[in-house]
């Protein structure tokens, strides 16, 4: 026994090592923008990697960046674009996901490998077309430009991963359901929806971050007028010939809080989410 | 209350035809049991009368109705599932009463029938729990609870005890039982297991390559199977067969070489069976018996002895290697290995033409 054990001590630490130091080198240039932010402007210089200290400490950068008032419009923006789109990823990806997985109809096959070739092709590539088709609906410096991109860009994905999991529903349930003579809506709405919470919850964040993190296409679609976004907003400190550290450090890390905020709040589901069907 | 009627009903998977042409009449309150192997079909005509599977061809009736083409929550039935189907995520009142906010039941309506049939399956302490609180029996009689509720003309049962451990089993089958005593609702249930077929049943029908073989009382087909297929299927231990081959018919019965010293002449007179044909004859372990003290008489070495307390079921392997299975006393003294004869009356023989059709048995056994 004492040997057992020693072997699955020294298998966890060595995963425990793993695991430790990715989470360093993964955490590493978050770490240094927040640190970083709080320094002031020579100590960002003269010591990127040292931590503040009552003589570097400095808030000059929030300071800066409070004080634009664009920059709350432009967070604004930021989480117009981030809800809504999320919120249409899902609602209409949950549908099709339903559809195509359910209901055999013709052209099912041809719908579904189009949306798989969504998911292979990057959407970037479609960049100038994208551009003409926005100019020409008169969308363009709009945040519904960027909606519809970033809907579009998300369905692909999210399709393919609730498709999966509503496979995994078993086929009984719906039938149970059918036999009950619960509508198809319903069976949807009251017993789909509810059984597939967890790959909700990991579509949502992986929809999420691309689009909330995105300085693509706020930079071809939308990059006047008030409606950047706030990847966009915290270039305006870096200039051709000055860069305003401090102010490009501290808005990124406030634009980091949101998203971590809702990663908290869906992290949870998402554990379940990706390691649900590995095991039963 | 609804009788179920099919009519030459077919099914086909793309080219593959599964069901072959199933004529089938159910009355009302009769309990239905469809018996068969693996994959004979007995679960697709299930569905298909509940209308989860679309028919090929053929008709299908309910209360008289034609229902081809009526969705199943119409068609007045209810089905329990083997895996139970139940919603995870709603509680077992929730579970119950699902269905009945889609039937326009009014809500005082619904809240009773679902106590009262909580009531019945001994459910009502558990009604605020989630599915996965519960047992595997508990769990079953939640689906059943939600098929009750219902208040379905026809009740169907696909495999609903397949998941259940073995005293579980039994103790379900018994609740079934009851219940359907109780509601008496014309109920169809499929088993691949004969036991719960026979204890069940107020009529089963066995199915094989999707084909009916028979359509008979329990004891109907235990006594008298129409085909080799169904005299093997229905008991346990299965039942043993023996090759032979006639030489000699005449109307007061068949002589057969079954492979011992000498022919016998057996008591199945007046069949279509001339001299020369090959026949196989039937044997049930519990009308074989160690020893021979019986009026037919086989031989072999026995190849293994199963003390069940009871009785002992004896394997006695023939010169051409056919395994015999004898019934025994408990205390059967059998040594693996040895030679050993084992003999039945020839009242209790059954009798297959090559095709595996039974040939009609006349004997005193029968009139009695």
Known sequence: ?280 | MADVSLRAIKKSFGKVEILHGISLDVMDGEFVVFVGPSGCGKSTALRIIAGLEEITSGELYIGGKLVNQIPPAERGIAMVFQSYALYPHMTVYKNMAFGLKFAKTDKDAADKRVRQAAEILQLTPYLDRKPRDLSGGQRQRVAIGRAIVREPAVFLFDEPLSNLDAALRINTRIEIAKLHRQLNATTIYVTHDQVEAMTLASKIVVMNQGRVEQVGAPLELYHHPQNQFVAGFIGSPKMNFVKATVTAADASGLTVDFGEAKPMSIPFGGTTAKTGDSVTLGIRPEHLGEGAGHAMVLTGTVEAVEHLGEASYVHVRRDDGVILTARSPGDSRAEIGAKAAVSTDIAHLHLFDAQGQAFARHSKADAA
Request: hydrophobic share 55%; net charge positive.
């Open chain 1, 1 to 280: 026994m004492p040997m057992v054990n020693r072997r699955v001590n020294v298998n966890r630490i060595a995963v425990h090592a793993a695991l430790i130091f990715y989470t360093l080198i993964a955490t590493f240039p978050i770490a240094l923008v927040l640190i970083n932010s709080m320094k002031s402007r020579s100590a960002i210089f003269g010591d990127p990697v040292a931590l503040p200290t009552p003589s570097t400490f400095d808030l000059i950068g929030y300071q800066q960046v409070l004080e634009k008032a664009d920059f709350v419009l432009y967070f604004g923006n930021s989480i117009v674009v981030t809800t809504v789109s999320l919120l249409l990823v899902l609602i209409a990806g949950a549908m099709a996901a339903w559809a195509l997985g359910e209901y055999r109809f013709k052209g099912n096959t041809l719908v579904a490998l189009y949306m798989a070739i969504g998911i292979m092709v990057p959407i970037r590539l479609g960049t100038v077309s994208i551009l003409k088709m926005i100019v020409g609906m008169g969308l363009i410096n709009t945040l519904t430009a960027l909606i519809l991109v970033y809907t579009a860009m998300g369905l692909p994905l999210a399709i393919l991963i609730l498709g999966e999991f509503m496979a995994q529903i078993p086929r009984d349930l719906r039938e149970a359901a059918r036999c009950d003579g619960v509508s198809e809506y319903r069976i949807f709405t009251a017993v789909i929806l509810p059984l597939i919470r967890p790959a909700v919850a990991t579509v949502a964040v992986f929809t999420m971050v691309p689009i909330w993190n995105d300085l693509w296409f706020p930079l071809i679609l939308a990059s006047g007028d008030g409606k950047q976004t706030i990847t966009l907003g915290a270039q305006q400190f870096i200039g051709q010939y000055v860069t305003n550290w401090n102010a490009v450090l501290a808005a990124l890390s406030l634009a980091i809080a949101p998203i971590l905020i809702l990663y908290v709040v869906f992290s949870r589901h998402l554990v379940r989410g990706l390691t649900m069907g590995a095991v039963k």
